[in-house]
């Protein structure tokens, strides 16, 4: 599957979020209660799926080592949800964002030519 949708950060408050909340996400299998894998690439994040107990535990204690990498779970309405520290180092608050979706992973990038000061 290659998707990809064009969304910008909102920062209702003090803290950006961004929630992810397509069909396309659900296809790729995202879906309510998955658990994956936070990390962020040269210009953006990369979110992973992680379909077993065995990696999901390994993880955790790598989360504990390595703190530029997240753990999380989609929520019970099926929404990918991100917010905070994970938006603002990566550059990606308050821009507009491409979003490329595929199979057990997302790509979250600034939309490129659209950089905001």
């Not at 180092?89 to 950089?115: D, F, K, T, Y």
Request: charged share 15%.
């Amino acid at each position: 599957m290659n998707g990809c949708a064009i969304i910008q950060t909102t920062a209702g408050g003090i803290i950006p979020e961004l929630i992810i909340d397509s069909e396309d996400i659900t296809k790729a299998g995202f879906v309510a209660g998955a658990v994956f894998k936070i990390e962020p690439c040269q210009d953006g994040l990369i979110i992973s799926l992680i379909s077993n107990d065995a990696e999901i535990g390994r993880l955790l204690l790598e989360v504990d080592i390595h703190p530029h990498i997240g753990v999380d779970w989609v929520r019970d309405n099926g929404e990918l949800y991100l917010a905070g520290d994970w938006l603002t180092e990566c550059g990606l608050a308050g821009q507009p964002l491409a979003i490329s979706v595929m199979p057990g992973q997302v790509l979250i990038r600034v939309q490129q030519g659209n950089m905001l000061a």
